[in-house]
């Protein structure tokens, strides 16, 4: 059986590295780290209306987190923070060796295989907590 942390469809998603970047007109921002082990991930998104718009991440991880940031980044726009936490959620159960995630994150199946890894679970979940911790910095300036 191979490595279910280096598949094949995990390295193609953090290659394709879509949505890495830095948007300049941001709504919001957050910057987390995993400190296990270095991970860090800094997420953008321009909100309007409650929904996303548009995200960037900027990732100095490993191949995870690269692989989470892309699919967050491709298929993000026009989610609210309720459907992020739920995505998350998902992709919690789905770490755990159960569930799946909601299309169009289909993508994060390629996950499926980690639920023995319990220590590389932050690093899939990282962009997803630094793109809800975003939301969170913004719903409190709003108040």
Do not use: W
């Amino acid at each position: 059986m191979s490595d279910p942390i280096y598949r094949k469809e995990i390295l193609r998603l953090a290659a394709n590295a879509a949505g890495a970047g830095r948007l300049v007109q941001a709504s919001c921002s957050a910057t987390l780290a995993n400190p296990a082990c270095g991970d860090r991930v800094t997420v953008d998104v321009v909100v309007t209306d409650g929904r996303i718009t548009a995200l960037a991440h900027h990732t100095h991880a490993c191949v995870l987190t690269q692989a989470s940031a892309a699919i967050l980044g491709a298929d993000s726009v026009g989610l609210n923070r309720g459907e992020i936490e739920r995505l998350a959620g998902a992709v919690r159960a789905l770490l755990s060796g159960g569930g799946k995630p909601p299309a169009p994150f289909d993508s994060y199946s390629a996950f499926d295989g980690l639920a023995d890894h319990r220590a590389r679970h932050k690093c899939v979940l990282l962009p997803l907590e630094a793109a809800l911790e975003a939301m969170s910095v913004l719903e409190l300036e709003s108040r």
